[in-house]
């Protein structure tokens, strides 16, 4: 089976995106549905847990995004040595993988812990409000480790193209945390605390499932074994020049998240916060099946770069990018569409159900920028796997602050547009830096092709 995914990202890149996209766009799915079902299990407790957990929104995409961002860095490094037919180096590559996993576990784990209270207060965050944040922050911040191996060893098994065995994991471990939530939440009487510890203990045992193949049972392609470890700083180097931007990318992310949230909560106070981050709970969902075709854009880009194949290299991005645009507008028209009905399910109690026209209106507004952002995605993931991280990172910053930030600010005080400011800002922004990053990225490959002589 490791040598047919191996052969399958050699082969015709628009086949192998697409195949590798499906199981990789199920798996995020499902692990967004920790948070939906989170989201769905906390609102039972009432608004001030539901904005409690709000502020915790984008600590926890650092958190989340480094593990994912560092399990990117694995999969652009292998990708290139499998492209290139380098099996040593891929292996040795899987195995300083694992060395960066858990020294970043232990150092994020320690300052975030230490940091939490000061920087939920800096975000607004007080009174009930903060001991909700707090408490469902604590247990996601100790339970990092199995967040950081969870999301980098996926990584190393995206790198040789070996995505089904992940989603079954991901299957396995969201059942589990559905069925833990209430009985945590409510049988346990661990309220907001409940929800995250369960997020923790599903994601313990997809790192455990996932290790035992690489470690024990050894039946991945690439081969990790600690016998005879050497610290290899040029493959440490290889791998974070796209783990770091790419963790970066996350810490960037959720800086403009914070800037969302104090200009909503000036704007509309708890209502508007608890507004925005129960429809951005929908618009991460919404946006994990792109993410999804650029994680296999990853592994196919790096591929055939590893192997210097310019016009695979163009067809895997472009096949990305056409992929993504047609999936984003069905999922724009669903989201527009049925606002409404998506909106009641995360506000279904009496105390909650005020929370309903502004959450539709959120997702009218805000979420049609999807449509290009299926363009862009694929473009960012492209970068890293080519091994530019740092490209991605840049693209980042312009569409979450520089392009999102001052229309928001121009919107809601310049034409007094309120929280629908906010909302379109974030549409427009995006789309706008979207079209920017897939031209710069037709650009490169162009530059490419030219240096590779095909």
Known sequence: MANKNVELMRGEPEKAVKKLAIPIMISMILTALYNIVDGIWVAGLGPTAIAGIGFVTPIFMVL????????????????RFIGAKNHEKANESATQSFLIFFIASLVLTAVFIIIQEPLLKSYGAAGQTLNEAVAYATPLFLGLIALMFSNGCSGILRGEGDMKR?????????????????????????????????TVISALIAAAIIMYWILIKKDTYVHVTFKNFKFNSTLIKDILKVGIPSSLDMLIMAIAMSIYLILISQVGG???????????????????????????VIAVSGSAYGARNGDYLSRAHKFGAKFGLALGTAITLILVIFATPLATIFAYTPETAGLVPGIAEYLQLACPTL?????????????????????SLMF?????????????QFLVFELNLGLVGVWLGLCIGRAIA????YIFARYEIKRIRKNFGN
Do not use: C, H
Not at 70 to 78: D, E, F, P, R
Not at 396 to 408: D, G, K, N, Y
Not at 434 to 437: D, E, L, R
């Open 371 to 391: 449509i290009l952002t299926g363009i862009g995605i694929p473009s960012s993931f492209f970068y890293q796997g080519i091994g530019k991280g740092t490209y």
């Open 166 to 198: 992940a989603m079954y994991v991901v299957v396995a471990t969201v059942i589990l945390n559905a069925s833990l939530d209430p009985i945590f939440i409510y049988v346990m009487g661990w309220g907001s605390a409940g929800a995250s510890l369960a």
């Open 396 to 408: 980042t910053v312009l569409r979450e602050i520089i392009f999102v930030v001052p229309l928001m």
């Open 270 to 296: 708890d209502y508007g916060i608890a507004t925005f981050t129960t429809g951005q709970r929908l618009y991460l969902f919404a946006i994990m099946p792109l993410t999804a075709i650029g994680s296999a």
């Open 64 to 79: 989340n995004g480094a593990s994912v961002g560092l399990g990117n860095g694995a999969t652009s490094s292998i990708a």
């Open 434 to 437: 979207s079209v920017i990053n």
